[in-house]
């Protein structure tokens, strides 16, 4: 559900930077004042997780579409509507910036879409509402379900509204909307099984990383850094491995763009949408999740790479500037605490 520059005006783009760019600065007031720094570390690591998630893309069996995880309500969960809002926040810079996964003029429309509507929709208003202070498996499997199917609704019903208003008018409302809703119906309900397992993890292996002081939690069988290393070797295995395997069919948005227009990329009209592609094409250093090949080296014969060397360096790379750039924002927001962890 990453959006194209194509896809939204500058006007468009800019407001959604603006309130993007206002919530990360509310966000980060927030946990400033709250974020215990115990959780600093897993910040981090459910940035790169997160990051590697997000290169699975799976099937959406007889549709020819594909779609992967949002990740923004496991965040919210684990962290806190707060602090999961920048964690997405930073896994959408680093794809921007250095994989060209999503456009730079788009890039608060993404951050909105991906973060606003699950840690502060979904998670308060459906997940806590479902599991409360009493969690149980079937608890967390219903809330999580519920939560990331309506989450990726408002999130996928956003994309629609801001390429309406940005006037793009080979995408008509009704026929994007009756597109784009149901296929993330199907991607959310993956989504809400993901989410189950990993809380379900955490919460039976140590409870007190979700605050959970019910009677009814089980007692702790990991260090919170315990879980945190689990994690990070997960992330690890899915970015460096698992990602070999994702789908190749075009993602919900890019399947619904191909219905619309016969096309799954839409032409930039704007001058703007030009020069931020450039700035794009150089930051990005693993673009589209491959390496980079020279000129020279593709016209000669028999020097194709094998592509899951450029998948898995980067999803390694990616993983690791997520969980930098995270707990960098973590520690420079951190409240200290008299724990460890």
Not at 227 to 255: C, M, Q, R
Not at 284 to 303: H, R, T
Request: contains cysteine; negative net charge.
């Amino acid at each position: 559900m990453h959006m194209a520059d194509a896809l939204i005006s500058p006007a468009v783009g800019g407001a959604m930077w603006a309130v993007s760019a206002g919530l990360i600065g509310y966000c980060s007031k927030k946990v400033k004042e709250d974020l215990d720094e115990r959780k600093v570390p897993l910040m981090g690591v459910m940035g790169a997780f997160i990051f590697a998630a997000q290169m699975i893309n799976f099937t959406i069996p007889a549709t020819g579409s594909s779609g992967h995880l949002g990740g923004g309500l496991i965040l919210a969960i684990l962290l806190g509507p707060y602090a999961a809002f920048l964690v997405i926040s930073s896994v959408l810079v680093v794809q921007a910036l250095f994989f060209a996964d999503g456009g730079l003029l788009a890039l608060g429309c993404n951050i909105f879409n991906l973060g606003f509507f699950p840690a502060f929709v979904a998670y308060p208003l459906i997940y806590k509402k479902i599991v409360k202070d009493s969690a149980s498996p079937g608890r967390i499997l219903t809330g999580s379900l519920l939560a990331a199917i309506i989450g990726l609704q408002l999130g996928a019903f956003g994309v629609v509204l801001e390429t309406l208003c940005s006037g793009i008018t080979s995408l008509p409302f009704t026929t994007f909307v009756a597109l784009m809703q149901p296929i993330h119906l199907g991607i959310g309900i993956v989504e809400g099984l993901v989410t189950a397992a990993v809380v379900s993890f955490v919460w039976k292996a140590n409870p007190e990383i979700l605050d959970l002081k019910a009677s009814t939690a089980p007692s702790p069988i990991m260090h919170a850094r315990q879980v945190a290393i689990v994690l990070l070797v997960a992330a690890a295995f899915t970015g460096g491995f698992v990602s070999w395997f994702a789908s190749e069919h075009p993602d919900g948005l890019e399947w619904a763009i191909e219905k619309v227009t016969g096309k799954e990329e839409l032409e930039n009209a704007y001058n703007i949408q030009d020069a931020l592609a450039q700035l794009q094409e150089k930051s990005a250093f693993l673009p589209d999740y491959s390496l980079k090949v020279s000129e020279a080296a593709a016209a000669q014969p028999g020097q194709d790479q094998d592509p899951r060397l450029g998948t898995s360096v980067s999803g390694i790379v990616g993983g690791f500037f997520t969980l930098c750039l995270a707990v960098l924002v973590g520690f420079a927001l951190k409240k200290r605490s008299a724990g460890s962890w």
